[in-house]
């Protein structure tokens, strides 16, 4: 490569980067005039009017430095830190995952702004705690992805919650993050209906050639099961009302098709769509700030859970 094309690389890969780049500065490091520097700055102006209309080379006349501004496709450090937090927060992957995941997050900025970042999220990195299964999971997760675009079939060798190892031939139709854990809600053979696998339990897998029926093929529609499950716990969809004292905002985000159709005194009457085993694991949480009106029967499974936890603390 010629000394113009790497000076001119290197110049465009500072600016992407979101540096401020002087034509002395430049000058100096490739041993050329600056105006030979503003030839370069000229070019990736007009390339950029050509290919990318979205970013504009602009000047600042006090710090005499040329800068890339409106780029729509590129994270800052704002946005690097937002999603630094995202994933230490979610602790959905192991240690060593996250340090990688970090680290390449990280080699997008500036050096200065590396170093800004490292100290923000220092000290949450250093005390990160992976979760019990200790299970590597970018491979699997990307493996899994493939197979539902491609609708192949597979059969999984799977550990369920009491650590009994199942055998299941799978159509997995969609990959969902919720609470810590990666979930593969897929079509299962066995059981012919759709069943959630928590992904860090499946410890064998092997593609089949055989392909899956028609009526199991049909797109999942996994946004849509996001708004109404809580937890990643089956159950039966239905429409509740309970009154809620506690922080309104809170109650209408856990519940995303749900309102307020009434206001008290001191609380609010939310109806809500949703599953009812999830919704009642979190109905269940918020303690007496909680009061469940309908439907009837799933008030009483509300009532009849609460009597069988109030007998674990009678003697």
């Not at 946005?79 to 959905?92: D, G, H, N, P």
């Amino acid at each position: 490569m010629s000394s113009s094309a790497t000076r001119l690389l290197d110049i465009y890969h500072k600016l992407l980067n979101g540096a401020a780049i002087t034509k002395e500065e430049f000058a100096q490091k490739y041993e050329v005039a600056p105006r030979t520097i503003q030839r370069d700055l000229a070019d990736i102006r007009l390339f950029l009017e050509e290919y990318r209309p979205d970013a504009k080379l602009q000047y600042n006349r006090s710090t005499k430095s040329s800068y890339l501004a409106g780029q729509n496709n590129t994270l800052g450090k704002a946005e690097t830190l937002a999603l630094c937090k995202i994933l230490l927060a979610s602790r959905a992957f192991t240690k060593k995952e996250t340090d990688h995941l970090l680290g390449a997050l990280n080699d997008n900025l500036p050096p200065a702004e590396q170093k800004e970042l490292n100290w923000i999220i220092k000290n949450e990195q250093s005390n990160y705690v992976e979760l019990q299964h200790t299970k590597a999971l970018l491979q699997i997760l990307w493996e899994f992805s493939n197979y539902i675009v491609k609708h192949r079939l597979l059969n999984i060798v799977y550990t369920r919650q009491d650590k009994k190892q199942v055998t299941h031939t799978i159509l997995p139709k969609a990959i969902i993050f919720s609470n810590y854990y990666f979930y593969v809600v897929s079509y299962s053979q066995n059981a012919e209906q759709d069943l959630f696998f928590r992904l860090d339990r499946i410890i064998d897998y092997t593609p089949l050639d055989k392909k899956a029926g028609h009526s199991q093929n049909l797109r999942y529609e996994d946004g849509k099961l996001r708004q109404n499950i809580q937890f990643m716990t089956p159950g039966d969809l239905l429409t509740i009302t309970f009154e809620f004292s506690g922080t309104v905002e809170a109650a209408l985000d856990r519940f995303p098709n749900s309102k307020v159709i009434k206001k008290l005194a001191d609380s609010v009457v939310i109806e809500a769509e949703t599953i009812d085993q999830g919704a009642m694991m979190w109905l269940l949480s918020q303690g007496k700030r909680v009061k469940v009106l309908s439907p009837d029967n799933f008030k009483a499974k509300m009532k009849q859970e609460l009597k069988e936890m109030l007998q674990n603390y009678t003697s």
